[in-house]
Each structure stands twice: as C-alpha cells, then as structure tokens.
C-alpha cells in the first residue's frame, strides 16, 4: 500500500511538473514610460540615468508622456490622463516599468526615476517575471502623399493566461522634436536653464483607444491574436521620425496597480530609409561654435564612429568616419541655413542642430 501511495505521489508530482513545463513563455520586452515636460529641470539628467540603466537594451521600449511636472508644447490628453498611474500627487522626473507597482513606498506604479542602480534593480524585476505572451514587430506602411498609415500589429499566446481584461494599446511615438528644455545640469541662470534639446519617444497620438483594445483570441490558430492599423498622420508630425509602439497589458479601471503589462513591440520608423538604430540614446554630444561660419566641432562621450550633416531637407552633405571623441567639419562650401549633425558612438546615436552663419 505504501508502495502505491508513492507511485501515484510521484506521478501526480510529474503530471504537475509536466504541465508547468507546457506553460510556453517568450522573452519579454520591457516597458518604460517616463514622465516629463520642459519645464523639468531634472528630466534631461533623469533621462541620462535611464539611458544607462537600459544600457541599449534591445528587449526595452522607453516611451514618453510630456506631463507630471506642469505642461509643454507636447503634452496632450492622453500624457494627461496617464497621470492617473500616480495615484496621487504627480512629478517629473518619473516613470512606471511595465505599468507595475515595484516601489511599496508609492502608491501606483509610478516611481521616482532613482539612481542608475535604482532603475536597474526595477528593470531586472520586470525581466524576471514571466511573460506568456509574445507580440511581434508591428509591421507598417505609410503613404506618404495621402499621410495614410496602415498595418498590422498581431502575436501570440503561449498558454491560457488571458481573459477579457487582456488590452492592446497601440501608440504613435514621434522623435528628435526640436524643443527648449529646462535643463539645471546643461544650462545656465543667464538663459534660464533653457537649452536646444531633441526630445525622444514622445507619445504623440493612440491608434488604438486610449486604453487600448480587447484582444480577441484566435485558439484554432496557435493562441494568436491581429490588430489592423489605419491610421492617417496629422500635419505637423515628421513621418520620417515617427514609429509605432504596440503593448498588451491588464486593463483594470478600478486599481491602477492591476495593469500590469505582459509584453510589447515596436515598429522601425515610417521612413524605411531610417534603421531603427537612429532611436538609439544614451549618446552626449555638444557643437562648438554654434552659430558657425567657417568651421564646427564636434564632441562626444565616447570615440565618434561617424559623423554626418544634413540639411533642413534631410539631404546628407557631409560624412565621414572618426575614431577619436572630436570630430572637425568643415562648412566653407555650405550655404547660410540650419542643418543637423547626427553621429554615431558605441553608447548610441546623437543628433542636434547647427546654424552656419556667412
């Protein structure tokens, strides 16, 4: 009888260590969304942190809602209503890590953006708790005399771990907006701290509702799901610098703490000239003189790969590589007008604006 007793033991044990097993899970793709306006001092350096806590992750999707700390030229409804992840009083710099209650000393999800370690330990939370769901590369199209957007966002479900409360939000983020910028690390009382700054990964518009849409299941074709992307491009918005971010998380309207997000995806930029390595940060860089006549320099915190200059019209009228962190360029040949110098180090990518003066 003790004999029996074991082997059905062991073959329940097994039975539940097999199903456990079945459970598919996929490699999760983390999300940050950070809150910042303008008028935040601290963001830039706030953004510095989590640029090196991210490290360049290929599995992170760091978006932004210009709200928490007053309103700049870029917020909107939906930055506005985000806030509510607060639970309570707002602030700049913040951020949420997959919509997901880490830090108890809060009470939502949002939390201070800390120290570069801070951010990590939050970051590896997030990497450690298992995903059951996959969402592939958005794929996009975009036409770009009628504006029109169209595409696909679809995945996967890899086990029975969905229900109706299963959303997808699908976001329309826009890159290097030129700005000023509050900035206490990088400016000075004679301008008000007030600094030229490319503003990154702003949530300019949802495709989907605001708080997504109900992921409907297809069980007889592997657990899997489609969304369809029609969506036409505002004037005022630079096609060549926007993407799409897609996330699948937990709606629940009655507890901001029950919205966690199970994975997401982002698409390449609408232009397909552009490789997404162009969204890549983590790079400083400064130009000096700034306005220049004759010459410019370029400096960077890591040995400058390459260096290019384009026109207002995104035509590239200079490039060259470099292996040392100053690059020289020389605008004898160049017209009076504004033009951006982008360049390329180990740590990411930087552009900013030039003036050439004559």
């Given at each position: 009888?003790?004999?029996?007793?074991?082997?059905?033991?062991?073959?329940?044990?097994?039975?539940?260590?097999?199903?456990?097993?079945?459970?598919?899970?996929?490699?999760?793709?983390?999300?940050?969304?950070?809150?910042?306006?303008?008028?935040?001092?601290?963001?830039?350096?706030?953004?510095?942190?989590?640029?090196?806590?991210a490290n360049n992750s290929s599995n992170i999707v760091w978006i932004k809602f210009h709200a928490g700390f007053g309103t700049d030229d870029l917020t909107n409804d939906i930055a506005e209503t985000m806030t509510l992840f607060y639970g309570g009083s707002t602030y700049a710099p913040a951020m949420m890590v997959d919509r997901t209650h880490f830090d108890p000393a809060e009470p939502g999800p949002v939390m201070n953006?800390?120290?570069?370690?801070e951010i990590r330990a939050a970051l590896?939370?997030?990497?450690?708790?298992?995903?059951?769901?996959?969402?592939?590369?958005?794929?996009?199209?975009?036409?770009?005399?009628?504006?029109?957007?169209?595409?696909?966002?679809?995945?996967?479900?890899?086990?029975?771990?969905?229900d109706e409360n299963t959303r997808l939000v699908v976001y329309l983020i826009e890159d290097?907006?030129?700005?000023?910028?509050?900035?206490?690390?990088?400016?000075?009382?004679?301008?008000?701290?007030?600094?030229?700054?490319?503003?990154?990964g702003t949530v300019r518009d949802t495709i989907t509702p605001l708080w997504g849409e109900p992921v409907t299941v297809d069980e007889e074709n592997n657990r899997s799901f489609s969304y369809t992307i029609d969506y036409t491009l505002p004037e005022g918005f630079v096609y060549k610098n926007c993407r799409v971010a897609a996330i699948v998380y937990n709606y629940d309207a009655a507890d901001i703490n029950n919205c966690?997000?199970?994975?997401?995806a982002e698409s390449d930029y609408l232009d397909k000239s552009l490789g997404i390595d162009e969204a890549a940060q983590g790079c400083q860089m400064r130009l000096f003189p700034n306005p220049a006549s004759s010459s410019v320099t370029v400096e960077a915190d890591a040995p400058i790969q390459r260096v290019t200059l384009c026109n207002a019209l995104g035509q590239v009228c200079y490039s060259s590589t470099a292996q040392s962190q100053l690059?020289?360029?020389?605008?004898?040949?160049?017209?009076?007008?504004?033009?951006f110098v982008r360049i390329q180090t180990a740590k990411g990518v930087a552009t900013r604006q030039l003036v050439v003066t004559k």
């Open positions: 009888m003790r004999r029996e007793i074991l082997a059905i033991a062991f073959l329940l044990a097994a039975f539940a260590a097999t199903a456990q097993e079945s459970k598919q899970t996929f490699t999760r793709k983390v999300v940050i969304e950070q809150f910042t306006t303008a008028q935040c001092g601290w963001c830039p350096y706030g953004a510095e942190r989590i640029t090196q806590a953006v800390g120290n570069v370690s590896s939370k997030a990497k450690a708790v298992p995903t059951y769901c996959k969402v592939l590369t958005p794929e996009v199209t975009y036409n770009t005399d009628t504006r029109h957007l169209s595409g696909t966002v679809s995945g996967r479900f890899g086990d029975q771990v969905y290097s907006i030129f700005m000023q910028q509050h900035d206490y690390q990088n400016g000075s009382q004679a301008n008000g701290y007030a600094v030229d700054y490319w503003h990154m966690a997000v199970m994975n997401a690059a020289h360029i020389d605008l004898s040949a160049l017209a009076q007008g504004a033009y």
